[in-house]
């Protein structure tokens, strides 16, 4: 099993210029407290908007490599989203699912990949293009690696340990946008 | 058996294309508007018949209004501009994104909304959601303005996307039946 932190300081370590979104929970407070930068972008609510969102960056920036840190509870909530991806097959796009089993935040309720649902194939079954599911940090890397060098959409399951943190992004959603966009040197 | 790619359906512009149509399309341009974000309904239709092939626009299909909340906010935050259109019973679909994402975090979203369950509605389970649909905008104060006119289609138009961008908030535009006509179904 893989340990959430050490598995998003990896990446972080990695980063450049690349647009980060990052779904509310855990996502949100391991992407910050492994480093936090101006391409991070934070959501605090909207369940299941991560993914759509990051979509959303990679067909704005297709010059720009985009990630998503979702969570298996918030992509259950917007399946449909995977579907949308395959269609439009961004080749700029990394989404990465850490998958704990459970709603942790709310009390630890198991999720449905708790018991049958493997969001692995459930991303192949939708039609992204490249898939791969990881338990351990070693293959996870190798993972990291691969869609760092090779044009995407991918989709990176990753089995996690159930673990959170105190820490904290900014809670300003004007903040956290402003800063992002000023970063990135555009306007609406 | 018709075919579906990359957001390319198989009718194409033509002479039949209603001039509101025409006119919300070429407004769409002048703000530099570059992403059709949808969900299928007769009216959305009207409008991507003539947005397809003109090479200012990308067409992306959801498969839930929601999510389109999600990608419009998205491609704002990287610096483009996108819309979402969608009929009444989408506007449900959405609610929570709005609230908790376009209008918090301040990100102009423009939706074009096909009214179902008012003048001309066959299908009573429409209604509903559509009776409700101006005071649920209300309730989040969000900005809306209803089309109802060939001669005001322009201006309302233009203003409401002027005071999407200038608030950085979600502005919704209703497409009436009085204006689209409704389905012949009894």
Not at chain 1, 137 to 150: H, V
Not at chain 2, 48 to 64: C, H, K, N, S
Not at chain 2, 75 to 96: D, F, I, K, W, Y
Not at chain 2, 97 to 125: K, T, V
Request: with cysteine.
């Amino acid at each position: 099993m893989i340990d959430h932190l050490e598995a998003t300081r990896y990446l972080v370590n990695r980063l450049t210029d690349e647009l980060v979104v990052a779904s509310l929970g855990n996502a949100k407070y391991a992407l910050f407290q492994s480093g936090d930068r101006a391409l991070n972008f934070y959501l605090w609510n909207s369940m299941g908007m991560a993914c759509s969102m990051g979509l959303g960056m990679a067909m704005a920036r297709p010059e720009r490599r985009v990630i998503i840190l979702d969570g298996d509870g918030a992509l259950l909530m917007n399946l449909g989203s995977l579907a949308t991806e395959a269609m439009r097959n961004p080749p700029n796009l990394i989404h990465i699912v850490w998958d704990n089993r459970q709603y942790q935040l709310t009390g630890g309720q198991p999720t449905s990949t708790a018991y049958r649902t493997d969001l692995a194939r459930v991303a192949e079954g939708a039609g992204i293009a490249n898939v791969v599911r990881v338990e351990s940090l070693s293959a996870y890397q190798r993972a990291i690696d691969k869609a760092f060098s090779q044009p995407g959409p991918w989709f990176i399951h990753a089995l996690v340990e159930a673990a959170t943190t105190h820490v904290r992004p900014p809670k300003s959603p004007t903040f956290i946008k402003h800063r992002f966009m000023t970063e990135l040197g555009v306007s609406h | 058996m018709t075919s579906v790619t990359n957001g390319i359906s198989p009718s194409s512009p033509g002479e039949g294309d209603p001039q509101w149509a025409r006119t919300i399309i070429g407004v769409l341009k002048t703000y530099n508007i570059r992403f059709l974000n949808l969900v299928p309904d007769a009216i959305g239709e009207r409008l991507l018949r003539v947005a397809r092939g003109d090479p200012a626009f990308e067409i992306l299909p959801l498969t839930r209004e929601e999510e389109g909340v999600g990608v419009v906010c998205g491609q704002a935050v990287g610096g483009a501009r996108g819309v979402l259109l969608m009929p009444t019973s989408g506007l449900g679909n959405s609610l929570n994104a709005l609230a908790s994402l376009a209008i918090p975090y301040r990100i102009p979203l423009p939706m074009i909304i096909g009214f179902r369950g008012d003048l001309g509605e066959f299908n009573a389970a429409q209604v509903p959601m559509g009776q409700a649909t101006t005071a649920v905008l209300a309730a989040l104060n969000i900005p809306a303005f209803t089309l109802t006119r060939e001669d005001e289609v322009e201006r309302v138009t233009d203003g409401a996307l002027k005071l999407a961008y200038a608030n950085e908030g979600p502005v919704a535009l209703l497409v009436s039946t009085q204006l689209a006509g409704w389905k012949n179904e009894k």
